[in-house]
């Protein structure tokens, strides 16, 4: 069966820090990876979603990177953290049209 | 206006009655439909998918399908406080990509 890891689960940085998330799939090939986030009380807002390596569509412009350097795993960057970053952040995963998700990063930026 | 609306709740039932939730979507070439259950400070988790007109029934669980309304609603029967939690509709405006409305949170009063 398939399996997505992300971490950490939580993590509290510095404005102005560098930011890293990755995720990995297991049990799946070729899936399409999907990067979400969630402000306090809000909806889902999409990212950043790749269908395979080195491709990454970007859906909102803002100080985020995303980069898929293998198959089954995708990364989440910042050069500099803003406060504004500050949320809960879903890697997800889908190989049709239903997408399932990592138990989710929350970010605190400081 | 947003592609996926729902209303914000809260939404309050006792124990035991029906819950109704509803969702508009503005993509009348959206093919698929997803309900999502989030508990609070938890990833989304995937509880019913609809493709086609009509209901599907999974346990206590019924989606209801319109794409002539561009309408998608989710029944929960027999609620529990278990089922307290913020119900996200999702719907997919192209091959790729999940849009989510904001969500409704749902109470079940013991």
């Known amino acids: 069966s398939q399996t997505i890891h992300q971490w950490p689960a939580t993590l509290v940085q510095p404005v102005g820090s560098p930011l890293s998330l990755e995720c990995t799939v297991e049990?799946?090939?070729?899936?399409?990876l999907y990067w979400y986030r969630q402000a306090a009380g809000r909806g889902l807002q999409l990212l950043f979603y790749?269908?395979?390596?080195?491709?990454i569509s970007s859906e909102v412009p803002q100080n985020l990177s995303a980069s898929r350097p293998q198959d089954r795993q995708f990364i989440l960057s910042s050069k500099k953290l803003l406060l504004s970053d500050s949320g809960f952040y879903l890697c997800?995963?889908?190989?049709?049209?239903?997408?399932?998700f990592g138990q989710g990063t929350r970010l605190t930026v400081v | 206006q947003k592609e996926v609306e729902q209303n914000s709740g809260p939404l309050s039932v006792p124990e035991g009655a029906i819950a109704s939730l509803n969702c508009t979507y503005s993509?009348?070439?959206?093919?698929?439909f997803f309900w999502y259950r989030q508990y609070s400070g938890k990833s989304p988790e995937l509880i019913m998918s609809?493709?086609?007109?009509g209901d599907k029934e999974d346990g206590r669980f019924t989606a209801q399908l319109n794409k002539a309304s561009q309408y998608v609603s989710l029944l929960i029967r027999d609620s529990q406080p278990s089922d307290s939690a913020t119900y996200l509709c999702?719907?997919?405006?192209?091959?790729?990509?999940?849009?989510f409305g904001a969500g409704t949170t749902v109470t079940v009063r013991a």
């Open positions: 999702a719907v997919n405006p192209d091959d790729y990509k999940l849009s």
């Open positions: 790749s269908v395979g390596i080195g491709q």
């Open positions: 997800a995963w889908s190989e049709r049209t239903e997408a399932f």
């Open positions: 993509d009348r070439g959206s093919q698929s």
């Open positions: 609809i493709y086609s007109n």
């Open positions: 049990g799946t090939s070729n899936p399409n």
